[in-house]
């Protein structure tokens, strides 16, 4: 039974507030009204409690100050705007953080006159993050899927986990368009294209939402243009690629997705940080995009523009700063958003409407989740269950659509165990499926004594059950540091008729992995000593299948022509070892497609594909970006034609034209393909990538058998941002490629637009529907 709260008296029923069958902004409207600016400021402000025991003070958790922020008792008084991570921060059994969720609740409730508790929100990007519950694949395992029916199913289910344990929201998905791969955060990233990202990603968005949970979409924006890949590091990127690649996401997550919550980034554009930046979170994200909920700041992000970033002398103009960018929600924990704000506004510094403005954001946002009728009693905790075998189903399904068969002369799939030797730091690993925003590495690892929370069968368990027989040579340490690690491997396989070699990264936090958050890499070359492993492996001349289980794509050049195959598998979860050994062993068939491009030098500039001409390979250049495997590719079992292209037209600016192919299986195996669409524009008003990627569709076919692939593309999929940055239409030749990779399109063909320029509004189409009929 949930203990009453002091506002909860006969006469407080009669405040207009309080009436559930009111209009949600009249509500917000007469509660406002009622508050102080104290009180006010504490529905902006989180809270991120460390574990106690019954009865003991909650202690906070430390900012980036290293300072302890205000205890809870000290600032429930005001209100609270958000728990910060209750399952997230400890390993602890689901009843145990449920309960304590529940006391939280109650104690900030109790707190405040109003009886207001607080919205709790934790991460979710590879999974509800807390202990035992499923690790679903990485987003670049999601990109390489191109399944979007596949990622909002996934996403459904780990809304489904949170809702049941009483979160309102989830910070998730990144939106964050790949551009250069040495970012430590790659990891976190759907891929290389911003369609690819914006579809996928609104998915995700719509799976979250439909399950009761705030999605928040992150980081707006610009973060992963960071100079040479390092985090947090400035954003050099002009005002058309960032509308154009960085802020497309957002566009159709907003729009189609109805996300009700953004985050912003922490760089800076030009010298100016996005959270202090009012023409980027009001200006372009609510005035443009159409943003309705909440703006939350990054963890610290409000103190970094004291601290870091310099813009502000003090926390109070640090917290200004924010406010009047539009920053609505101080993230994790109170501090810039607490005392110094209020200060701020009593000294008349801060006009208390831009208070008022982001409290009723907040409130309107806690009265759609229920908040304003008192404190949620949050479920049985005894019940819950976040490893369902549902939840595991779906996550190796999604781990086999993503695994991406790179290269292969035949040795794949395996028939028998016997003579294979599994090596390589990465083999029996169970770290190497997580990325480092899962529970086990991001806050398990500090509990060494703890179980993992789920099972997670490591690429030798996996290959053992698929092919008994198989001969296990791993090594531990991924950096391959000592001599004996590299000379054991090669003993291995020269005793072996094949050898799989399992290379990759150790996800971790700031340093502490060679992929994830703070994990930048100076260059694309495989962690540590690995290249020298691969090399010494390769040349016993024992064929060897290469298995890259990684947060990136690495340069491969030296290694691929090689290997007998190559394989790979971006971090693909708690059921990734089985579904790669499943590829290997032949019982899976490979479907996923790289949805970042390959590098062929470790040292050579960015290889994404979705350049100008000149920017590709040229005579005045020596220096040659043209990725190993490109954005797209992937190989399967059998073999794919394309033929019968059909292209409409001519058409209006304001008009669409069909666009189809046949693709036929041409193997002697069912096989997957993804149809890939690109379009291209010869002549523009400003200069344009040579091709980008305007839609597609998976079409799985067995032998001999053939579909047709029509796609619908309005004439809004070939705007651009014109020379006087707003977005347009412009007539004339639109150039039509179809294949099966963004480097291999064996139908070529054009449409023409014709009729004036015409400038694009809000309205305007984002996709590319596509439908397949079998022949």
Known sequence: MTEAVPAASASATREPWRDRGLPVAERVADLLARMTPEEKAGQLAGYWAMPAEPGAPVAPMEDDSHELAPTLDEVIDRGLGQLTRVYGTVPAPAAESAARLRELQRRVAAGNRFGIPAIAHEECLNGFMTWGATVFPSPPAWGATFDTDLVGEMAAAIGASMRAAGVHQGLAPVLDVVRDPRWGRTEECIGEDPY??????????????RSGIVSTLKHFAGYSASRAGRNMAPTPIGPREFADVIVEPFVMALRDGRARSVMHSYTDVDGMPAAADERLLTGL??????????VVADYFGISFLQTRHRVAASRGEAAALALRAGIDMELPTVRCYGTPLIEQVRQGDVPEELLDRAVTRVLTLKAELGLLDGPPDGGDGAALDFDPPEHRALARRLAEESVVLLANDGALPLRSGSGVVLAGPLADDPFAMMGCYTFPSHVGRAHPELPLGVEIPTLADALRDELPGVRVAASEDVLVADDADIEAAVAAARDAELCVLALGDRAGLFGRGTSGEGCDAETLALPGRQAELAAAVLETGTPTVVVLLSGRPYALGDVADRAAAVVQAFLPGEEGGRAVAGVLAGRVEPSGRMPISVPRSPTGPPVTYLRSKMDGAHDWSEVDPAPLFPFGHGLTWTRFEYGGLRVGGPAATDGSVKVSAVVRNTGDSAGTEVVQLYLSDP????????????GWARVRLEPGDAARVEFDVHA??????GPDLRRIVEPGEIGVHVGGSSADTPLEGSFTLEGPVRVLGADRVLSVPAEVTLL
Do not use: K
Not at 196 to 209: D, F, H, K, N, R
């Open 716 to 721: 809004d999929r070939t705007s651009f941002t």
């Open 683 to 694: 002549v523009a008003s400003v200069v344009r990538p040579v091709r980008w990627l305007a």
């Open 196 to 209: 690819l990202v914006s579809v996928l990603g609104t998915a995700y968005v719509q799976g979250l939402e």
């Open 285 to 294: 994200l609510r005035d443009r995009l159409g943003l309705t909920g909440i």
